[in-house]
């Protein structure tokens, strides 16, 4: 299955196509109401931890190291994915929104590619028998050629 899961700053607008709109920071963006930006949930779980995001800012690790410290807190607590992994499902589309100016630069592209990876992983696993009398049929055909 094919997913749609954009990523955007808060200053932009809102679009039909954006699907559901979740703020993926942990701090929520000075100034703005929850209604200005469009907002269908605020999910901070998913953002970096606050040591790390600490770290990062101030300078005390590399985005290098930033980006595998990330992807292993997503590893390791796939469960913070289950909340965005239900709206793309639901909704058909997900847009993550962040305040950060640099979108490369944020941690949305890590999380957006982790999110793929899980949602591909969890349709992998579906598409698996669930029992061993599943294949019994498969083993009828291959005795009668």
Do not use: N
Request: hydrophobic content about 35%.
């Amino acid at each position: 299955m094919s997913y749609h899961i954009e990523i955007k700053g808060i200053a932009q607008p809102a679009e039909p196509r954006d699907g559901a709109r979740v703020l993926v920071d942990r701090l929520w963006p000075r100034g703005r109401s929850r209604e200005a930006l469009a907002l269908d949930d605020w999910y901070r779980d998913a953002s970096p931890s606050p040591a790390l995001r600490r770290q990062y800012q101030r300078g005390e690790i590399s985005q290098t190291v930033f980006a595998v410290r990330y992807r292993g807190e997503l590893r390791d607590h796939p469960e913070r994915l289950l909340p965005l992994m239900r709206q793309v499902r639901y909704r058909g589309a997900l847009t993550l929104l962040t305040a950060e100016r640099d979108l490369d630069a944020s941690p949305l592209p890590l999380l957006k590619e982790r999110l793929l990876y899980a949602l591909h992983e969890e349709d992998a696993a579906d598409r698996e028998p669930s029992s061993p009398p599943c294949f019994a049929h498969e083993l009828r055909d291959d005795a009668d050629r």
